[in-house]
């Protein structure tokens, strides 16, 4: 009898095991492939933004060029918050833990910089030394970052502007830091 009742005992849990198994088999593999898909994968919040500075970052945009080998492009559009007038004459973006020179970065000057008067918007980096400039980001090393789109990319943006009235030739820019982060958009 003892013994009758150990066979139904082991058959019960080998039912259990078998019906329940096979249910719990398929939610592996399906969480597997949310996960592979990036559906369930860590999101990365795109962000821009300069702290301490009456400056502002509105939106930015992190675009993978596949056919380049320039590397990622910036968009951004800022906001100036300033009482007055400000001239943008260079924008940088890098992963390096140390800052530019900006002297390589500072492609305008106070006839051909971006003007954004107080209160205003504007699109960087856009028509900065007098024409079309495209603002590619750099990995610590100072190298072309060359990822390929929908991975995370994190940096800091380099901007040198002066004060409507301050930009004469020879005049110290100031250079505001900010952090740029999110996805890289296929472009």
């Known amino acids: 009898m003892f013994e009758l009742l150990k066979r139904k005992k082991g058959q019960a849990a080998m039912e259990y095991l078998m019906t329940y198994g096979w249910a719990i088999l398929v939610i592996i593999i399906i969480l597997a492939a949310l996960l592979y898909l990036g559906i369930l994968g860590p999101q990365t919040i795109k962000s821009c933004t300069f702290s301490g500075s009456e400056i502002f970052c509105n939106t930015a945009k992190l675009t993978a060029d596949p056919t380049?080998?320039?590397?990622?492009?910036?968009?951004?559009?800022?906001?100036n918050g300033a009482p007055k007038t400000i001239n943008i004459v260079g924008v940088a973006c890098t992963a390096s833990a140390t800052a530019p020179t900006m002297t390589g970065y500072v492609v305008g000057t106070a006839a051909n910089s971006k003007q954004v008067p107080s209160g205003q918007k504007s699109s960087l980096p856009g028509d900065l030394s007098g024409g079309a400039y495209t603002l590619y980001c750099t990995d610590g090393s100072g190298a072309a970052?060359?990822?390929?789109?929908?991975?995370?990319?994190?940096?800091?943006?380099?901007?040198?502007?002066?004060?409507?009235?301050?930009?004469?030739?020879?005049?110290?820019?100031?250079?505001?830091?900010?952090?740029?982060?999110?996805?890289?958009?296929?472009?």
């Not at 991975?151 to 505001?176: F, M, N, R, V, W």
Request: net charge negative; with cysteine.
């Open 68 to 79: 380049s080998t320039t590397g990622v492009k910036l968009s951004l559009e800022v906001q």
């Open 145 to 187: 970052v060359t990822l390929p789109a929908g991975q995370p990319y994190t940096g800091k943006i380099y901007l040198a502007y002066c004060e409507d009235g301050y930009c004469t030739s020879g005049a110290k820019y100031h250079i505001i830091v900010g952090d740029v982060s999110g996805k890289l958009e296929l472009g």
